[in-house]
């Protein structure tokens, strides 16, 4: 009898796997996308040039737009000769994309030369002619060459050395 228990389990293991077994495949499609951008391109068209400016006891600041309008506060005028324009730039890429704009968001320094070798102006409070510009950079939609500009402010100290100040920053395009 433990002979014959032992065959009739065994034959009930062998056969156990066999009742549980699945015997169809199932297969599923799983479906693979892309989307491919064109790398992007940024021109740069024009700098940022305040100008000749006049200074006076009182110092002040310089502000140019970044739609290229330049005023001024305290007690700084403009020269005759220079001509004042923001910053411009052309992005390009896919059409259609949403493209984000970084400008600086920390104050830049212009270092002076010639007679103003030693001596710095600081560049703040950059702005931009992006949607959602104002001071954070703002996006672009690209339609072709898209065009933008971005302006800032200087300070210039009641005795701030004569002579010319230059310097450089930033700009950066990214997709959304």
């Not at 212009?110 to 996006?139: D, E, P, R, V």
Request: charged letters at 5%.
């Amino acid at each position: 009898m433990k002979v014959a228990s032992r065959m009739l389990t065994g034959a009930l293991l062998l056969a156990a796997p066999a009742a549980f077994a699945q015997t169809s495949v199932i297969n599923s499609t799983v479906p693979i996308t892309v989307n491919i951008y064109k790398g992007l391109t940024l021109t740069q068209n024009s700098g940022l040039v305040f100008g000749n400016i006049v200074t006076s006891s009182g110092g002040g600041n310089a502000v140019m737009s970044a739609g290229g309008a330049l005023s001024y506060t305290g007690g700084i005028t403009s020269a005759p000769g220079g001509t004042p324009s923001a910053a411009t730039f052309t992005v390009a890429g896919t059409d259609t994309q949403l493209v984000n704009i970084i400008i600086p968001s920390a104050p830049v320094t212009l270092n002076g030369s010639g007679i103003a070798t030693g001596h710095s102006i600081t560049a703040t409070t950059f702005t931009s002619s992006a949607s959602g510009g104002s001071t954070n950079g703002g996006q672009v939609t690209l339609s072709g060459a898209t065009p933008f500009g971005v302006g800032a402010t200087i300070g210039i100290a009641a005795s701030q050395a004569d002579g010319p100040y230059g310097g450089t920053f930033a700009v950066t395009v990214a997709y959304n």
